[in-house]
Nanobody, 121 residues
Framework: QVQLVESGGGLVQPGGSLELSCTASGSILSIGAMGWYGQAPGKERELVATITSDDSTNYADSVKGRFTISRDNAKKTVYLQMNGLKPEDTAVYYC???????????????WGQGTQVTVSS
């Protein structure tokens, strides 16, 4: 089992910044790709950014140049630095991680509980 705990959401004015973090716990041998997904009211959950175990990153077009994803493997933590926030960034942000528990086992995908980000003046 993998548990993901997110933090860092909140209310921020347009143009402001927030940093989200997500830490994995459990009997984890290794973690593969990690990522952040956003779900705005009435919409589907969408990819925001992902990062592989060798730090290759991928971003949604809407956040390129404003958001930065990073990870600390020793802490089993993934971060999302959000700069230049816009009202349309308002969403619940979910952390995702793919973890493996044994050397030859498959990766299992896990989700955090979500953290609310609201961008409003």
């Amino acid at each position: 089992q993998v548990q993901l705990v997110e933090s860092g959401g909140g209310l921020v004015q347009p143009g402001g910044s927030l940093e989200l973090s997500c830490t994995a716990s459990g009997s984890i041998l290794s973690i593969g790709a990690m990522g952040w997904y956003g779900q705005a009211p009435g919409k589907e959950r969408e990819l925001v950014a992902t990062i592989t175990s060798d730090d290759s990153t991928n971003y949604a077009d809407s956040v390129k140049g404003r958001f930065t994803i990073s990870r600390d493997n020793a802490k089993k933590t993934v971060y999302l630095q959000m700069n230049g926030l816009k009202p349309e960034d308002t969403a619940v942000y979910y952390c995702n991680a793919n973890a493996r528990f044994t050397r030859y086992g498959s990766f299992v995908s896990a989700w955090g509980q979500g953290t609310q980000v609201t961008v409003s003046s």
